[in-house]
């Protein structure tokens, strides 16, 4: 128990923006390092937006300043949705200061990054790295608090190694009088392998008087509605899965609508992969560097193309645009399947990054 926290939370946690549809639990698209830039959010939107939108994280120190290619997902938001703002840092006055940049922006809030495993990350003591040090986030969160005139928001995970300040930390985010708390229901150094822990999501949601969002393996509009109601969660928070299904939170509109469910072809695919090339394409960057960027999402689509993993294998292999297009027509279009539905799950036995499974876990500091 940090003696600091014996006074009470100043306050109730303040309301959420209403969903897209009244009376629908929230969906929120996870903010993931390199991807979820203005062009992504664009790409999504145009296929049913999130009801929250998270920012890649704002890379706060002593020199830092507003990224304007982050800023740019806040100033030209391609839909109406409320934005938040990420933070990641561990200096109290570099953090204040960057909030009160923020006050000219028409953000949903400011969020805080403790959940980022990157290895570069954490051993700067930020990000995921914080979780060991329950007392130095209440101390961030307490000055957060006071500064941050809108809502109030954590990312975090489960724990660092284990789960041995849970509880602790679920005590700093009562005090701390947070608005939401995005929890990923897995450790750091678990990444993106381990099993995650929806217990962990379950004891939160009971604790804390603020909304709950499930992140973490939510893989298709049946596993949130099944995650949602298994652990109690206010929402979901969706990352990967997103880049594979980018229909997910219209699917998931549909599902609690009992509308028809959205079920993309296999040339809706394509279109996709078309509309995302062009999108995050920079004519400056040699070809094979926007091939390989492009790769990082293709990655995560692949998954649910074919069952023997022939789409990503030949995929990886491409080094120009031309070659790239020549394997998706070949496997989406050509080969007789563009009417075949996309796979509502990952196929089993593929995975994205083979090395690592942490795809954009590869967060830049500055």
Not at 141 to 168: A, H, P, Q, T, W
Request: net charge neutral; hydrophobic share 35%; charged share 25%.
């Amino acid at each position: 128990m940090i003696s600091s926290l014996k006074s009470k939370p100043n306050g109730s946690p303040k309301p959420l923006p209403h969903s897209m549809v009244r009376g629908q639990w929230p969906t929120a698209l996870a903010p993931m390092q390199d991807v979820t830039a203005l062009p992504f959010m664009k790409v999504v939107a145009r296929r049913g937006s999130p009801d929250f939108f998270f920012t890649e994280f704002f890379r706060v120190h002593a020199h830092s300043k507003l990224d304007d290619e982050i800023l740019s997902s806040i100033t030209e938001n391609p839909t109406e949705q409320p934005v938040f703002a990420q933070l990641i840092g561990e200096n109290i006055e570099d953090l204040k200061r960057t909030v009160c940049d923020f006050q000219d922006y028409s953000i949903a809030g400011i969020d805080l990054n403790l959940g980022c495993p990157a290895p570069r990350v954490f051993k700067k003591n930020v990000g995921g790295g914080l979780l060991r040090s329950p007392k130095q986030i209440f101390e961030i969160l307490k000055m957060l608090r006071e500064e941050v005139v809108g809502l109030l928001s954590v990312k975090m995970r489960i724990g660092f190694e284990d789960d041995r300040y849970f509880d602790e930390l679920m005590e700093v985010m009562i005090e701390s009088n947070i608005d939401l708390l995005s929890l990923h229901a897995r450790t750091v150094l678990g990444g993106y392998r381990s099993t995650p822990s929806y217990s962990h999501v379950t004891k939160a949601v009971e604790a804390l008087p603020c909304p709950v969002l499930l992140n973490g393996n939510v893989t298709s509009f049946n596993s949130a509605v099944d995650l949602k109601e298994l652990t109690g969660a206010h929402g979901v928070m969706i990352g990967r899965s997103a880049i594979r299904n980018p229909w997910i939170f219209r699917q998931i509109r549909e599902i609690q609508a009992r509308d028809t469910i959205f079920q993309p072809t296999l040339a809706d695919v394509y279109h996709y992969i078309e509309d995302l090339y062009d999108s995050l394409e920079k004519p400056e960057v040699d070809e094979r560097k926007n091939v390989n960027r492009m790769k990082k999402f293709l990655n995560f689509i692949g998954l649910s193309v074919d069952a023997d993993g022939k789409f990503l294998h030949q995929m990886r292999r491409a080094q120009t645009r031309k070659e790239l297009f020549y394997i998706c027509d070949t496997h989406l279009i050509q080969s007789g399947r563009c009417d075949e539905f996309l796979n509502i799950e990952p196929y089993d036995g593929l995975v994205a990054r083979p090395s690592s499974e942490s795809g954009y876990s590869r967060c830049k500091l500055g």
